[in-house]
Structure formats: C-alpha cells, structure tokens
C-alpha cells in the first residue's frame, strides 16, 4: 500500500471513539486518513462529529433496502468509491455483512469495553458489560481491540488495557473510566495494525 491508507468508521452513536481517531488522525498519532463514516442511526451523534471534521458520511440501514443482498451490495460500493483500506468500528452494534467481512479480511477492528474473551459475544455491549463486570466481582476491566470477523468479539486482539475496578463501581462510573483508555488504545491499536501490514507488503 503505497498510498496513505484510507479508513472508515461505523458507528451507531455518539462516535467519542470516532473523535479520538480523528484527532490521531490530524495530530499525526494515526497515519492514515479517516475519509468516511457510516452510522446505522440517521440521528447518531457521531454523523455530526464527521461533518464538523468535513468527513463524509453514509446512513446505512437495512430497511431502508428491499433485501439483505441489495443492501450488501449498495455498501460495499461505497467502500469501493472511497477507496477504502481499513474499517474501524466504533460503537457499532450491527454484524458487518458477510461479504464486508470476506473483501476486508484483516483489514477490519472493534474496539470492546472488556477484556476479551470475557464479556463478548452478541448482547454483550454497553452498560451490559459493565454490569456484567462489577457483577462477577472482577478486580480489573478494560477496553479490548481486535480483528473482526464473522463472529462477535471473536477475532485476534490487537490491543488491551487494564483499568481499575473500584469496590464502589457503577456500571456509569465503570464505563466512564474504560472509555477513557479507549480513546487512548484505539488509535494506537490501528496504526499498529498498519504497520503490520506494511511490514508484511514489504517481505512479500
């Protein structure tokens, strides 16, 4: 890849992952750029998070499709009008299509608020896991990065990082503090990723 690579967010929120990528982005942390975001929520705030930054955007909803392989299709068009390297999701709470997954093998991340593998997998998101941690009694929680593929919370991680449960914990204080280790892994879980892949180019 001799361009600089050219990444999609998805998201379905308010995107405060999206923000910590376009700031690695512009500060020179992350070298790449981030040319388009997809949301599956028309009033996700992260769609205006993306027009500040002048970084085009795509609502992509299955109903709004006459079947699952028109809205297949209809997306990975898109990808390819961009000319996308890398996808990330951030705070995205669909399964990528198959076909997305298949054409992005290894080219694709997500950032979980645990420590995978515990407290991933379908439903496992959110105030969810947070709940689920504080529940079990764990002593320390965290953000996980890793590979996607056609499993949730399945693929190769890339990247932890271990914060504090403290006795007191909410699920909202809990949250609070994994995101904030979010914000600092995800971009440097990505450039990593990149680098990697360069490195792999090169010997090949």
């Known amino acids: ?8 967010v998805f998201i379905s929120g308010g995107g405060s992952n999206l923000q910590s990528l376009i700031d690695a982005s512009r500060d020179g942390r992350l070298k790449a750029d ?5 949301s599956s929520k028309l009033k996700a705030f992260g769609l205006q998070r993306a027009a500040k930054a002048d970084i085009d955007t795509f609502v992509f909803r299955l109903k709004d499709y006459p079947d699952p392989e028109a809205a297949e299709t ?5 990808l390819d009008a961009y ?4 996808i990330a999701l951030a705070g995205y709470l669909k399964l990528l299509p198959a076909s997305v997954v298949k054409k992005y093998r290894n080219c694709i991340i997500n950032i979980h608020p645990a420590l995978l593998p515990k407290y991933g997998g379908q439903g496992m998101y959110g105030h969810f896991v947070h ?3 504080i529940a079990s009694g ?3 929680s965290g953000p996980t990065v890793h590979i996607v593929d056609e499993i949730y919370d399945n693929g190769r991680i890339l990247m932890q990082e271990e914060v504090p449960v403290m006795p007191d914990d909410t699920s909202e204080t809990l949250a ?7 914000h600092r892994i995800y971009p440097q879980a990505l450039q990593k990723l990149i680098e990697e892949q360069q490195v792999r180019s090169r010997g090949s």
């Not at 000319?83 to 890398?86: A, K, P, R």
């Open 74 to 78: 209809d997306l990975i068009e898109k």
């Open 176 to 182: 609070a503090r994994v995101l904030e280790a979010e």
């Open 83 to 86: 000319d996308i390297d890398y």
């Open 34 to 38: 981030i040319v388009l975001v997809v």
């Open 1 to 8: 890849m001799s361009h600089r690579p050219r990444i999609a």
């Open 138 to 140: 764990d002593k320390v």
């Open 131 to 133: 709940e689920a941690v």
